[in-house]
């Protein structure tokens, strides 16, 4: 293969990858900014909120590693 290609499709694959990564975090802080608008009746339903949050990212990390790729 021609170095030029290759360094064509790693940047390209880099950028990909950068771009999901902006994705994912953005995703994630919409849901915290959900949370930290929500009025919540005590300290303790704020609580019950996150460690919902915490179970969807813990699932869907799970669902990442699981497709292997």
Known sequence: ???????QMQRKI???????EIEVVEFWQQEVDK???KKT???SALL??????SKKMKNRLE???RSGI
Do not use: N
């Open 41 to 43: 009746e005590s300290l």
């Open 35 to 37: 949370l930290l608008h």
């Open 1 to 7: 293969m021609d170095k030029a290609f290759v360094e």
């Open 48 to 53: 019950q909120e996150f460690g919902e949050l």
């Open 63 to 65: 669902i990442v590693k």
């Open 14 to 20: 880099e950028k990909q990858l950068v771009q999901k």
